[in-house]
């Protein structure tokens, strides 16, 4: 299961309004690449794969491609608007090291 604070459920259902993607869910998955050897990519859509799978926390439907959950489960997704910059966070507790901008890591 990955988990949504407060701060991702408001952005997000803020971005989906703003682009028009009203009925749409969070896509979030892993993909080679980064400092640390992997990288997050969340994207709004609203086509479900077979293979995929979806979770609800917060109201807010996540999904995630099969191979992509056996590195995200147990993450938890949120949003900072702070100094180190603006963007969602990926708090995963799978990973052994994770670059200094956050949006890579390694297992």
Same mark, same amino acid.
């Given at each position: 299961m990955i988990k949504v604070?407060?701060?991702a459920k408001s952005k997000a259902l803020?971005?989906?309004?703003?682009d028009g993607k009203n009925?749409?869910?969070?896509r979030v998955g892993v993909k080679g690449g980064g400092c640390s050897g992997l990288m997050y990519e969340?994207?709004?859509d609203n086509t479900l794969n077979e293979s995929d799978k979806s979770f609800e926390d917060n109201?807010? !439907?996540v999904v995630v491609d099969k191979k992509s959950f056996l590195y995200l489960v147990?993450?938890?997704?949120?949003f900072s608007g702070g100094l180190n910059? !603006?963007?969602?966070v990926f708090n995963n507790p799978n990973a052994d090291r994770t670059c200094g901008c956050g949006e890579s890591f390694s297992l």
């Open positions: 604070t407060d701060n803020q971005l989906m309004s703003e009925g749409y869910f969070i969340l994207d709004f109201g807010i !439907k147990g993450t938890t997704l949120d910059g !603006k963007g969602f």
